[in-house]
Each structure stands twice: as structure tokens, then as C-alpha cells.
């Protein structure tokens, strides 16, 4: 694949007959590249001159070499928004490779390396993956397979390991389409864990946004240096795509590893940091909407080229399909640090020819002032759906421990119908259903096995004595605080485990899956274990009946959501009209009635049998295609009640196709009007004939 690099593209351009580095700042006075040979260790110094009237930094690099490590020295005026020292060496921000200069220094200072971006994709192209049918798979690169007995020991928590084949069988036997892969971006550990001796897991804290992480490479490339780090990273890239699975990456532009204005200088704060972060009126501190001690200043065009840039290198040059934004708010905050749905960065992303095949999800919120904004990005982002989460964890898991304890639940089942139809009210009709990234869990907070088994956080690993993870996580402990060997807790765990994966892979949206949810995975019960050790947090794959059952369910369920449209509409329906795309829904009560105001509002309640039926696009020669029909009975009670299936003039009968209550008849075709009896909380579907 030949190089998509330009003249705006940063760092190194070797391929083009003339190699340059280039490196933008508006407010530096000097600038000076710093090149150590990769064959013999001579250092040669480079003096950048500045293009007229722009920020634009450019040298001719004639000799530079894969395998070369540099770095930049920068001096410029003095001031409060300002940190240059010409002595400090700084990072490449586009160093395509990243190595500490020192490998032994307990504080590292990095340093760039460059790399030959060559690679032979052969015909391995994109998998085609329609919005509808994707099943995303949130995973850490490190956990995934850290304690995989069928992953050789040395790729364990690599790029190769995620891409063996036994990981990628497991994926494609779950029904994942779609890969999300936490930050691999390079980056840090923060200074004040460092200094606790402690590692960021998660790696929200960027170091450089065009780098593989070098950590999550196997030994050997790591050996081999940054070239054959990134051509790790492509080969899993080639080789998710070759089994038909898109990559996705989570993304973290909205801050630094440079932390506050007392971290780490190693890059951008020294280079044009005035620029870069965003500033408090009266430039006495930075302007956090992050939480993490700065946010880069996207309202200035040469910080968001640098992201633009950067999101073209990983779709173009290394082929990932799309990109998940952490804290996506602080990105559409504009000069006066206010959020602007309309945002030039997020236009540009939108409409940028080279990101046209890219998925654009939203974290859709921050921590500054407005900061929620979850429903407001706009057509062409999908968002993760935090009301979704609420919803679903507060109906089958604390309304149920509500009803036990007083008798009745917290409400009725009106907002978790809104919630498995898509949302509507949240991304309204233009959007559509697929704007919604439905997760029950994900990487912050309980995994869904703790979800299940506690009331509260049990957060003494992390070392902030508890003060750190939500409180508000909407769990059930079923009767007992943590692991039991109660066999009537576990199985109302389980239930409810299949309650709520079943709901999310049932509703409409896009579902996201949490890695080792499918796997009865734990952290007993911490909802926060970003500088956990690894053995608590990887997905366990050892042998376990519980694991292979839930496993085993995901895996019907996403089946079953790939062979019915109706489950999956790509459009919100419009009264009185055949919207294509769309499904038109029924609603039924307990009682096979359609469903009445009462039924939707009243606690008492909590049933409803949603009739969904797909309106098929018309085909090239204008026939319509099969429709789709499905019954989808929730019943969110611990009380045994008897429901009446709706009896229907165009319905011969209904068939249970998936039900998490075990042992269930799924044979017989039970007509119209006959009873079902729900034994507590469940979700079953019905395929109908």
C-alpha cells in the first residue's frame, strides 16, 4: 500500500525523494533536531527553519534512517504560558515509534525512533461490516490473553496474541464483528503512581499519538526495535481482518501524559505548549475539563490538525476501522471553552476523505462545566449510551432488590422499552437507533459477574483508600456481598447475568460487550481497577461450566441478532408511514391486550411483549425482501406469572428461539393466546410463524 503521507503530514516523511521532518509551533524562537545513527551511535544536528508566515518547523533529513532515534531541542520566549529550556530533549509529537532513551531509568525520559512504515497488506482489505449487524468487543490488549493457556507464553498480552488463532476463534464463535481496543496509543504511567510504584493498566494517559504502545509487543519485536513493534501491531491488523473482525481504537486526544503544569515536560508543553492546552483567563493555570491536569486546546487548528493527522496515519497507514473517543466532549469545547456540537474538528472528522470509512464513536461527555452530552453529536457519530447502562442495570437488578425488600420495584417498564427501540428519545428521529452504542458494562466499572455479586465497590487494591470509582452502579449482590457457594444465589445471579446480556444483544442499537463478561470474569468487586495488577484483572480461561454456559449464551444471542433484521433496525419508524429500515413495533401487556397507559408507568406492572416487524429496503428491481418478525417478552418481576401470548390474525404461532430462564421448551409452536408462564425476572424471544 503505497504512502498516504503529504506535505502537512508531521514528523518524518522518508518515501517521497526528499525526506524532511517537520514539527509546528507557533511561539518558539528556535528549533533544533537531534538525530543518534541507528549503525554507528554518531549524533548529527539538524537546525529547523520556519516556513513563512505559518508555525510550520521543516529540516531536510537526508541521512536519517530507520532504526535512527532523535529528538528536539526547543527555546522560546519566557512567560506564564510558556516552559521552553533549549537543553531539554523533547518527544517527536509524531514520532511513529517511541523508545525510552534509557531503558533502566526508573523515570524515563522518551525519545523517538524512526521506522520503516513498508508492509505488505497482500489483498487483505477492510471487512464491510453494516452498522447494524456490529457486535463490539471492549478489550485491553494485555488482559485479553495475559492468562490464555492456548496462547504460547510469550505472545501472552501482546499484539500477536490477540491476533492467535485461538483468540480470534473465540471472537468469531462470540459473534464479535468489532474489536475495540483499549488505548494503544504510546503512552505513560502518571508521575504520582509511578512514584507509589504502581503502572497505569489502561493507558489513558497519552504519550504520542502515532506510536504503538512498544509494552504490548512481544519480546522479540520489542528486541527488534520500533519497526518490528509496528509491524506486530499491522500483522494483528491484517490478520483480525482476514477473519472478518474490524479494529477499533479508543482514542485519548482530549489530554496528555504531560499531566498539570507541575508534570512532566515531554513534549508538547515544551514545544508550543502556549497552543496546545487550554488556558484559564488569566493564564495562571490550565483549564481542565479532563480531570487529568491539562485538555489540548482543539479550537486552535494547528492542535486539531495534529489529531486529524493522526487519525489519517491509523486508518490509512496501519487500516484500523474506526475510533472510539475518550471524553469526546473536551474535543468539541471551542475557544471560549464552551461545547459546540458543531464543532470544526468534529466537522472536519466527519467529512475528511480520508476518514469516510471510519465508525466515529463518542464518549460522550467530560468533567467540566456542561459536560454531559450524551444525544448532542450530531448524524455521523455513534455514542456510547450511558442511559442505556442505567436503565437496564436499574430494572433487573435494583428494582428487583427493591421489590424484594418492600415488595415493589422502583418503577415500570416504560424507560427500558424506550431504551431496547434504540433510545429515541435521547438521539431523536434523524439519527436513527444506530447512534446509540448500547453496554451494559465496560472497561470502568463492575464487570458484569460483580455486577451481580455486590452492593458496593471494594476498591483497597487501588490505594486511594475507596475514594475513587463511582458509587452509583446500580448492582445487586442477590442476598450475599461477593463469591458464595450458595447454589440458589448463583443461579439468580446467572439469571440475571442473562438478563442483562440478553437485553443488550436483544435491543435495538449498536451492543458493545465487555471482554470476559462472556466469560464469568471478576475483579471482586472493584469498579476501578486502572492500576490493578494482572491477577486481577485478565479474562479467565480456564475450564468453568458457569463460563462455558455464559459463553455459550452470548454466542445464541448474537446468532439469533444477526438472523433477524427486525431485532436491528438501521431507522426510527414514523406513524403512518413505511419507513425502509425500520421496525414497526406492538406493544402488548401481560395480558395479550395491546398495552395500555397504566401498563407502561405502573411498578406493578413490569411487562410488556414487544411485536416487532421489519420493513425491508426495496431491492434494485424494486421487490421488497422477506420481512422479519420476532416477539420479545420481558416480564422484570420475581413473582411466577402467567402471560397471554398475543393472539394475532397473521401469526400462526410463536416458538421460543432464546430465554434466560434455563430449561425452557423451545421446540413447540405455541399458537396465539395461549399462556406462557414466566417464572421471575426474564427476557425471552419468540420467533414467529
Not at 74 to 79: K, L, T
Request: with cysteine; aromatic share 8%.
Amino acid at each position: 500500500m503505497p504512502s498516504t503521507a503529504t506535505d502537512e503530514t508531521p514528523g518524518f516523511r522518508l518515501g517521497d525523494g526528499d525526506p524532511r521532518f517537520t514539527v509546528r509551533s507557533a511561539t518558539a524562537t528556535t528549533v533544533t533536531l537531534v538525530v543518534c545513527s541507528a549503525d554507528d551511535g554518531r549524533t548529527t544536528e539538524h537546525r529547523l527553519e520556519r516556513e513563512a508566515d505559518t508555525d510550520r518547523w521543516t529540516t531536510r533529513t537526508p541521512d536519517v534512517r530507520p532504526g535512527d532515534r532523535y529528538h528536539l531541542l526547543v527555546d522560546g520566549p519566557e512567560g506564564p504560558r510558556h516552559d521552553f529550556d533549549p537543553t531539554r530533549p523533547l518527544l517527536d509529537p509524531a514520532a511513529r515509534g517511541i523508545e525510552p532513551a534509557d531503558p533502566t531509568d526508573a523515570h524515563p525520559r522518551w525519545t523517538g525512533v524512526v521506522v520503516d512504515e513498508s508492509f505488505d497488506w497482500g489483498d487483505v482489505g477492510k471487512p464491510d461490516v453494516p452498522r447494524d449487524r456490529a457486535v463490539v468487543y471492549e478489550a485491553n490488549v494485555r488482559t485479553l490473553t495475559a492468562a490464555s493457556p492456548d496462547v504460547p507464553e510469550h505472545l501472552r498480552g501482546t499484539y500477536a496474541g490477540v491476533a492467535h488463532p485461538s483468540t480470534i476463534a473465540h471472537l468469531r464463535r462470540t459473534g464479535v464483528t468489532t474489536l475495540e481496543l483499549l488505548p494503544v496509543q504510546a503512552f505513560d504511567t502518571e508521575a504520582w503512581l509511578r512514584a507509589a510504584g504502581r503502572e497505569n493498566a489502561w493507558g489513558y494517559n497519552t504519550l504520542g499519538f502515532f506510536a504503538p504502545h512498544a509494552a504490548y509487543a512481544s519480546a522479540d519485536a520489542r528486541a527488534a526495535g520500533a519497526t518490528a513493534v509496528l509491524r506486530e501491531f499491522k500483522g494483528m491488523v491484517r490478520l483480525l481482518h482476514e477473519a472478518g473482525i474490524q479494529v477499533l481504537l479508543d482514542v485519548v486526544y482530549n489530554h496528555t501524559a504531560e499531566e498539570g503544569p507541575g508534570g512532566p515536560t515531554t513534549s508538547l508543553r515544551g514545544i508550543d505548549g502556549a497552543n496546545r492546552y487550554r488556558w484559564t483567563e488569566d493564564d495562571a493555570a490550565y483549564y481542565d475539563t479532563t480531570g487529568c491536569g491539562n485538555t489540548l486546546d482543539t479550537s486552535v487548528e494547528a492542535t486539531a490538525d495534529l489529531v486529524v493527522e493522526s487519525l489519517r496515519y491509523w486508518a490509512r497507514e496501519v487500516q484500523v476501522d474506526g475510533f472510539r473517543f475518550d471524553l469526546m466532549a473536551s474535543l468539541a469545547r471551542d475557544g471560549r471553552h464552551v461545547f459546540d456540537p458543531a464543532h470544526p474538528l468534529l466537522e472536519r472528522i466527519r467529512q475528511h476523505p480520508d476518514l469516510q470509512d471510519v465508525l466515529v464513536v463518542a464518549e460522550p461527555w467530560d468533567v467540566g462545566p456542561d459536560g454531559w452530552r450524551t444525544g448532542a453529536f450530531g448524524v455521523g457519530t455513534s455514542e456510547w449510551n450511558d442511559g442505556f447502562r442505567d436503565t437496564v442495570r436499574q430494572f433487573w437488578l435494583t428494582d428487583i432488590a427493591e421489590e424484594r425488600r418492600n415488595g415493589t420495584p422502583h418503577a415500570g417498564i416504560g424507560r427500558l422499552a424506550d431504551a431496547m427501540t434504540g433510545s429515541r428519545s435521547t438521539f431523536g428521529q434523524e439519527r436513527g437507533p444506530l447512534a446509540s452504542i448500547n453496554f451494559v458494562t465496560a472497561h470502568d466499572g463492575f464487570t458484569l459477574l460483580d455486577l451481580v455479586s455486590h452492593d458496593r465497590k471494594h476498591n483497597a487494591a487501588n490505594g486511594e483508600d475507596g475514594r475513587d470509582g463511582s458509587d452509583d452502579n446500580r448492582s445487586f449482590n442477590h442476598g450475599i456481598e461477593g463469591d458464595t457457594a450458595d447454589r440458589g444465589v448463583r443461579a439468580a445471579r446467572g439469571r440475571s447475568m442473562r438478563n442483562l446480556v440478553g437485553t443488550l444483544l436483544l435491543s435495538a442499537g449498536v451492543p458493545m460487550l465487555t471482554a470476559g463478561d462472556e466469560r464469568s470474569r471478576t475483579q471482586h468487586g472493584n469498579n476501578n481497577a486502572y492500576v490493578v495488577s494482572e491477577d486481577l484483572t485478565p479474562v479467565d480461561w480456564t475450564d468453568d461450566e458457569d463460563a462455558e454456559a455464559m459463553t455459550e449464551a452470548v454466542a445464541a444471542l448474537t446468532g439469533l441478532r444477526a438472523a433477524h433484521p427486525a431485532l436491528r433496525p438501521t431507522r426510527f419508524g414514523v406513524e403512518g408511514q413505511e419507513t425502509p429500515g425500520a421496525t414497526r413495533m406492538s406493544w402488548y401487556g401481560p395480558d395479550g391486550q395491546p398495552m395500555t397507559t397504566a401498563g407502561w408507568d405502573q411498578p406493578i406492572h413490569r411487562v410488556v411483549q414487544y411485536f416487532a416487524e421489519s420493513t425491508p429496503a426495496p431491492a434494485p428491481d424494486g421487490a421488497h425482501g422477506p420481512v422479519d418478525r420476532v416477539l420479545v417478552v420481558v416480564h422484570g418481576s420475581g413473582r411466577t406469572r402467567d402471560l397471554t401470548l398475543p393472539a394475532r390474525e397473521d401469526v400462526s404461532g410463536y416458538r421460543l428461539a432464546w430465554s434466560s430462564e434455563k430449561h425452557r421448551d423451545h421446540e413447540r409452536l405455541r399458537p396465539g393466546g395461549q399462556v406462557f408462564t414466566a417464572y421471575g425476572p426474564g427476557i425471552h424471544l419468540f420467533e414467529v410463524a
